[in-house]
């Protein structure tokens, strides 16, 4: 399996197949938050983000989110999908305060 990988805004980027990753690491190179995405249907599909208490300060969501609209982006993809289980009310308040529906 054959990986690509580059930095954007401070982030490790990650491709495998059509899987892609967006990486946060902290000062000592531990990961610490991360983002997963794909493309299907003409839609960017954001699958998973995690991101450590520890870290949400730093504001990697905005960065995570923004670099999937860039990547959609230059896809010529303009819809974005996000999936969260129906109980996961962070995910659900965090996907809303992002501005998605």
Do not use: P
């Not at 054959?2 to 990486?23: E, M, P």
């Not at 299907?40 to 960065?63: G, H, M, P, Q």
């Not at 010529?76 to 999936?83: A, D, N, P, R």
């Amino acid at each position: 399996m054959v990986a690509t990988r580059i930095i954007v805004c401070g982030l490790r980027i990650l491709s495998i197949k059509n899987k892609f990753y967006a990486l946060a690491e902290d000062k000592h190179g531990d990961l610490n938050s991360f983002l997963l995405h794909s493309y299907s249907d003409n839609a960017c599909v954001v699958e998973l983000i995690a991101i450590s208490k520890a870290t949400t300060k730093k504001r990697y969501w905005l960065k995570f989110i923004q670099i999937s609209g860039i990547w959609a982006y230059q896809r010529s993809i303009l819809e974005k999908k996000v999936g969260a289980q129906v109980r996961d009310m962070g995910a659900i308040n965090f996907y809303h305060k992002v501005g998605c529906k």
